[in-house]
């Protein structure tokens, strides 16, 4: 799976309706903007609270998989700096339109498999959120782990989503929807790999934190599609 393929598919996927693929708990070609906004705000307080990790005002942030920025828009209120990454150059441009008024923000055009161009020990924290769990290889997941670990400053925190529930990664989807995706009467791309995704085993996930020099600290619903986790940088020597 490389970023052509990941890219190309989340590409197609901001064309038809960014918002929607985004926060599917939305209406799809309806979005209440309004809403999308408060609910990246929710979203990031609860992965917060839930793994207990605080952005600081001094704060450099990155936000892995950023879309179109509706996590950056509330990090870039807290924090110093945010570094907001996506594989998908449709993804960013819509961003950097909606979030146009923001002056402490780079956005980043990811290759999908690596956080650069983002440079070693720069960031103070990093946050994701419903973006693993899209990623088709748990290995390219694991990769961001590592990923993690070269860019935190020593001493800090990665605070992210990914699913630990291997079932939800099956296709499900019927003739009926495929039928109403192909008039434009219902999403597109949701029998594809790169919406289906792949759960992470926690052991790999503690293995890849360790060879990137992190500590997984906090782990919150194992088993599960929304399972948290928070991992902390070696503070060196």
Known sequence: MSRGDMGRFWDERAREDAFYFVDNTGTYRDADVDRFWAEGQRNLDAVLAAVDAQVKSEDVVLDIGCGVGRLTRVLAERAAHVHAIDVSAEMLEQAR???????????HHGDGTTLHPVEDASVDAVVSHVVFQHIPDPQITLGYV????????????????????????????????????????????????????SSVDLDDLRAAAADGGLDVAKVVGEGTQFCYVRATASRGA
């Open 146 to 197: 590592r990923e993690m670990g070269r860019v935190l400053k020593p001493g800090g925190w990665a605070a992210f989503h990914i699913s630990n529930d291997p079932r939800l990664h099956r296709p499900t989807i019927g003739v009926k929807d495929r039928v109403k995706a192909a008039v434009g009467r219902a999403p597109k791309g949701q029998d594809e790999p790169e919406w289906l995704g």
């Open 97 to 107: 339109e909606l979030n146009g008024h923001l002056t402490n923000v780079t956005w």
